[in-house]
């Protein structure tokens, strides 16, 4: 596939390190991801509603609300989106309730962004793309699409 028609994914990152997601650099210099860093819980809560983003992460330990308490005040308005728990360490109970809240997937840092790469999130509403990017429903497979488009992605 031809670089420019490479569609780009938006991630919103909720977490008071934002230094810790330095690893997808290569991926934001090659105009393939653009990140929105929130570092408190109650200004993710502003800026939910509405959001337009692909993915979601947060981390369980924000400085001023739990990042568990914080997902399940933004259920209704990310009930479309894709949201990745994140933590610095790991705790059975904390993906437990992570997964009943409707969480997509539990992680742990660092986050590593090839397996990012090839992850397919749920095929969710259309999206407003520029003429030469393909529609996120034309590139589908059993309901999904990909996050970052791999070489197997080509048509």
């Known amino acids: 596939m031809h670089r420019s028609r490479i569609p780009m994914a938006h991630a919103v990152v909720v977490d008071s390190h934002p230094h810790d997601f330095a690893l997808f650099d290569s991926l934001i210099d090659a105009g393939r991801l653009t990140l929105d860093f929130i570092t408190q819980g109650r200004a993710a809560l502003r800026q939910a509603s509405g959001s337009r983003a692909d993915l979601w992460m947060i981390n369980i330990d924000l400085a001023d609300i739990s990042g568990l308490d914080l997902f399940e005040m933004l259920a209704r308005d990310l009930d479309q989106t894709p949201v990745f728990m994140v933590t610095d360490r790991y705790r059975a109970d904390d993906e437990v309730r992570s997964l009943q809240l409707g969480a997509t997937k539990y992680l742990c840092k660092p986050v590593a962004y090839s397996w990012l790469a090839t992850l397919r999130l749920p095929a969710k509403r259309a999206r407003e793309t520029p ?14 699409k990909p996050l970052f488009f791999t070489p197997l992605d080509d048509p």
């Open 131 to 144: 003429v030469d990017r393909p529609s996120p429903s034309t590139v589908t497979g059993m309901g999904y």
